[in-house]
């Protein structure tokens, strides 16, 4: 009851005749009996948190918990013939609860866990149907922030069918459809868990069936950034939300400290971004000493690395380990029902995109790599990742003989203009002041931490010191003779 829909309604999860479950199994005189044409009397318990409907041919009983989401349910069939099969069909839609339908269409999946083989899931597309070969411990119609779970208390469906389609209809309030026919063994009573409630990891991972798993913390083929959002992500997350109630202070702090635990890979980047750049007058000496010998200029280059103690790989470092949590946190911000209708600055509800200015006539192009909306977040994280790539520029030594590479670091900020636009504005602003921190962090680093005219005197001495022996550094080398032999070969 604490949630509303985007529209501030009541949100509904089971509603209308698209909602139904329905037993289907012939009784003693051969007759086909299916639940969903009985007519029922119902009989509410004195505590108003249970009711019990009977008929001549079955009796289902529901009973609500004192707290919490998990709904008892039991089905008890009278007279039923115990050498015939018994079905459930189970019909769900997932009611448009959420601002934007395609990121709750693009969210809403299908997610069951199967003995022996575990959990699984399939997104909905069009049309999608998938066999359930195996005894089902729990099937759940996932929603964006919600799902409807029905788990049996034995292991007593022995396999289903489910078929899932999308429903685009905003008039009808519906974003899919979902039917699970199911194949129950033959016993006198089914006794049932249904929960009907939001996405909450803590919540979901209390009831210990592995619920929690249908909630997705990792992102397509980065399937380990999981545990980097399970070890580090989520409880950081967690310890700010008790202590600050604006969800937005708590995205800031977490940003601060990400970076700060990152820091000092950060600064062995820019260290060795600064030795690269100091080193502009030997390469520019070993340029004009080859001219278009490309291998002889690359040997040399690679000894003059080793010499000065330069890694050239060194700056890319923290690049790699950003980029695990850059998809963790891909995965994190859209999944955190936390931050569902949570307000901040001119964003509404950080679960979502944050509009400042909207249309509805579709245009060509724009409107679907762009969408019909502006966020000022994303606006924001573009803006600034373009100064950070001007910043970073000045910072390292360019490739004058291939003018491209200067471009290339203005590319991605555009591109992300049309993905991050759609995302959630929790993510955007995160991305905008992990920017921020960034620049802050190479004005300081360069301007008052790394000495130019101190880093090229320690090269030089290090270049009359016999080089250290670092076997990647060796092994590039190597290869770069091993190429210049080749090529002479090649020439004779």
């Not at 329905?22 to 969903?36: A, E, R, V």
């Not at 018994?86 to 199967?114: G, K, P, R």
């Not at 708590?250 to 260290?271: A, C, D, E, N, W």
């Not at 970073?392 to 670091?409: A, F, G, I, R, V």
Request: aromatic fraction near 12%; proline fraction near 5%.
């Amino acid at each position: 009851k604490k949630f509303k829909t985007n529209l501030g309604q009541p949100l509904l999860l089971l509603d209308g005749p698209g909602n139904a479950y329905d037993f289907g199994f012939l009784n003693s005189q051969g007759q086909k009996i299916h639940t969903q044409s009985l007519t029922f009397s119902e009989n509410v318990s004195a505590d108003q948190r249970g009711i019990v409907y009977t008929s001549p041919s079955m009796v289902i009983s529901y009973t609500l918990p004192a707290t919490g989401y998990m709904i008892d349910m039991s089905a008890t069939p009278v007279g039923m013939n115990r050498t015939q099969a018994i079905t459930m069909d189970w019909s769900s839609n997932a009611l448009l609860t959420e601002q934007d339908l395609a990121s709750q269409s693009q969210y809403t999946n299908v997610s069951y866990n199967l003995e022996g083989e575990g959990f699984d899931k399939f997104t909905i597309g069009e049309k999608s149907t998938k066999a359930l070969e195996k005894s089902v411990k729990w099937l759940s119609f996932k929603q964006h922030y919600f799902n409807t779970t029905l788990i049996p208390a034995t292991a007593f469906i022995e396999s289903g069918k489910t078929t899932t389609a999308l429903e685009t209809d905003t008039s009808k309030h519906r974003v899919a459809d979902f039917t699970a026919n199911l194949a129950l063994k033959t016993q006198d009573k089914y006794d049932f868990k249904l929960f009907l409630g939001p996405n909450d990891f803590k919540l979901l991972k209390s009831y210990k069936m592995d619920l929690e798993e249908i909630i997705p913390l990792s992102y397509g083929i980065f399937g380990f950034v999981k545990y980097i959002n399970l070890w580090l992500i989520v409880p950081i997350f967690n310890m700010l939300a008790k202590i600050f109630s604006n969800y937005g202070i708590v995205i800031l702090l977490l940003t601060f400290i990400i970076r700060l635990l990152m820091s000092p890979f950060t600064y062995k980047s820019y260290v060795s971004s600064a030795k690269m750049k100091a080193l502009k007058p030997e390469m520019d000496e070993l340029k004009e000493k080859f001219g278009d010998d490309k291998q002889s200029f690359g040997v040399e280059q690679m000894k003059l690395y080793r010499q000065a103690g330069v890694n050239p790989l060194g700056g890319c470092l923290p690049a790699l380990l950003q980029l695990p949590v850059f998809f963790a946190l891909l995965s994190f911000f859209p999944n955190s029902i936390e931050l569902r209708q949570s307000s901040f600055l001119w964003a509404k509800d950080l679960s979502t995109y944050d509009s400042i200015l909207s249309w509805t006539p579709h245009i060509p192009i724009l409107s679907s790599v762009y969408g019909n909306h502006i966020s000022l977040f994303t606006i924001l994280f573009v803006i600034t990742s373009l100064i950070q790539a001007l910043y970073s520029m000045n910072m390292t030594m360019q490739d004058q003989n291939n003018p491209m590479m200067k471009y290339l670091p203005f590319i991605m900020p555009v591109m992300f203009l049309g993905i991050f636009n759609k995302l959630p504005a929790s993510l955007t602003y995160y991305y905008f002041v992990s920017n921020v921190i960034t620049l802050a962090l190479q004005f300081v680093i360069q301007n008052y931490i790394i000495n130019p005219d101190k880093i090229h005197a320690e090269i030089q001495a290090k270049k009359k010191e016999a080089p250290k022996e670092n076997k990647l550094m060796a092994r590039m080398a190597e290869m770069q003779k091993q190429q210049q032999e080749r090529m002479k070969n090649t020439k004779k």
